[in-house]
């Protein structure tokens, strides 16, 4: 039997007494914007793995890996050393399946959070406008009004009619939750279509993100691939206008 909620740290992390430590949270979502950025931080900056989150409110299945060896849904925390702080990230397969394994997850990770002496949170995710995007913007929320300055000067948009829906799962709990608790929470949603899995959005979110926090991060790679993304967006943007063409043409 396993525990609702599982959060196992590995036998190699034995010093929790971090350094100044905030918490980027990146797990999957719209357009796997956030999800992006921060596996793609993890791998750059060689983050070490730090722990394993299991749950029952995860999906009922298994991940298969290419060899075709099974193992249960988790998320993972990893840690990295900047010059003056450590950075904890928060990344993994799934977010939870339920309204009521969203608010006890989010409660799981402040618990983590609190744990390891995090006092600012960044969370990651897509902000979905339904439209092809070529040159996306990062959207911004936080839980303080104070916050609002330091992040718009990074290159964050602030627009109190977006997003009109709220901000759905980890991303926006976190910052309401985080609030009760008194733990500074930003929330950085690249604008994406939502359509397809979005590295030209994630590119944006990890410029500004590398700003805020102070640690550059080589952007080649993820750029590569968002140079990719952006000949895709932008042959479907030309099929869209050739198709508006030829609609308007034969009702003319």
């Known amino acids: 039997m396993i525990d609702d909620i599982s959060i196992r740290y590995c036998d190699t992390f034995t010093d ?7 918490l980027v949270v990146g797990l999957p979502g719209i357009g796997q914007v956030g999800k992006l950025v921060a596996e793609y931080m993890v791998h750059m900056l060689g983050a070490k793995k730090i722990g394993e989150i299991h749950a029952i409110y995860f999906p009922p299945q298994v991940i298969l890996d290419e060899n075709g060896i099974s193992r249960l849904p988790r998320n993972e925390l990893y840690l990295y050393l900047a010059e003056n702080r450590h950075v904890v ?25 609190a744990e390891l002496g995090v006092k600012r949170i960044y969370t990651l995710g897509g902000f979905g406008v339904g439209h092809l995007v070529s040159a996306p913007r990062v959207f911004g929320a936080a839980n303080r009004e104070d ?16 997003p009109g829906g709220g901000i759905v799962g980890a991303a926006g709990l976190l910052l309401g ?7 500074d929470a930003v929330c950085l949603m690249g604008e994406t279509s939502g359509y397809v899995v979005d590295p030209m959005s994630a590119a944006s979110v990890l410029c500004v993100l590398s700003k805020l926090i102070a640690v550059p991060v ?15 967006v ?8 050739n198709q508006h063409d030829e609609e308007l043409s034969y009702i003319g």
């Open 218 to 232: 080589d952007p080649t790679q993820l750029n590569d691939r968002a140079a990719e993304m952006e000949k895709v």
């Open 16 to 22: 929790k007494n971090l350094a100044d430590p905030i």
């Open 89 to 113: 990230f928060l990344v993994g397969d799934f977010q939870s399946t339920s309204n009521e394994g969203h608010y006890l997850m989010a409660d799981a990770y402040l618990d983590t959070a």
């Open 147 to 162: 916050l609002k300055n330091e992040v718009s000067e990074a290159g964050v948009t602030f627009d109190r009619d977006e």
């Open 234 to 241: 932008q042959g479907l943007l030309e099929s869209e206008k």
């Open 177 to 183: 939750m985080g609030g009760l608790r008194g733990i």
